[in-house]
């Protein structure tokens, strides 16, 4: 969920709604509206679009719904972090009421029974991830960055990554969930995070072909109209290195990774050995586990039950808090992380991170019907 994105000023400093909900035609809009902090979700924003959702659900003359950021920079670069690392040191329920909310969220989206169409133009990371990659109809530009950089923050990446990241034939999802490495919009196709590639000196007379169809309009007919726009993206920057890629992260541990990585030697291997260096062990080591039970669960709201239970791992965590002052309060960019290496890393210290939370977010998985 949380991103390196900073919170704008407090709300009094600015009277716009966080979050713009409106019929245009047969479309209802949902536009992330915080430009200034990169349209960060805010615990409001999460209710705003489940409340949106359901009131376009019930809506004959709704068709589809589509969710876009204000601003030029992007969709949403995660939640808001800095609210949640203040909170969580007065120890104020906030971060768990917001992650709570955020991952049903998440879920409602996958399940949701109307075309959900997501512009992922721009910066899209951590949550701004959660609220499109479940869409039916996903939509990249040239100006896509999508990326889950949680690991550099002391955090994991949530709002399902586990499950997301997970459902390739291949280890590119473990390599971005450990790397935290932006991807562009081909990418982004080659994950499965999206559908389609259109540019983004396109996207208004798109949204202006959404809004003209008719209220019974199906997801066949979105289909057809977003393709109108489609091209072909460049070649991404993973697709060459997928191989190399499969052969150094398809180990069960980090550290195997680390030394797959230093028998290569090769120019890849040092550069991406420097970059989990830079990383919170801690948190790598709680990623790697989350994503290889991901790997074996049959349903997203089993990875969302998993990682709402890590949470409250998270919020006792120091290196939660440092990663944050260093990459968001002081900005030093230089972390102090406990333990400061993998070999430090105890089934002790992660043993937290994995103990069944006493709260189910999804009724079905107090039934057991979604529980693996």
Known sequence: MPSTSEATPSPAASPEPQTIVERSGAIGRIRLNRPRALNSLTLEMVRDMQAALDAFERDPGVAAVLVTGEGERGLCAGGDIR????AGRTGSDLPRTFWREEYRLNARINRYSKPYV???????MGGGVGVSVYGSHRVVTERTRLAMP?????FFPDVGASWFLT????ELGTYVALTGEPLGAADALTLGLADRYVPSDRLPALIEALTNLPPDATGKAISDAILRFCETPQPGALEPKQAEIDRLFHFTSVEEILEALERVQSPFAEKVMGVLRTKSPLSLAVTMRLLRLGRESRTLEACLQREFAATTAVLRSPD???????AIIDKDRNPQWQPATLEKVTDAALAPFFEPSTETLFADTAKGGLNT
Do not use: C, K, S, W
């Open 83 to 86: 609210a949640i690392h203040d």
């Open 118 to 124: 997501a512009l992922m133009d721009g910066i899209v």
């Open 150 to 154: 949680e690991t550099g923050i002391g």
């Open 167 to 170: 459902r390739q034939p291949n």
């Open 320 to 326: 939660f808090y440092e990663g944050v002052r260093a």
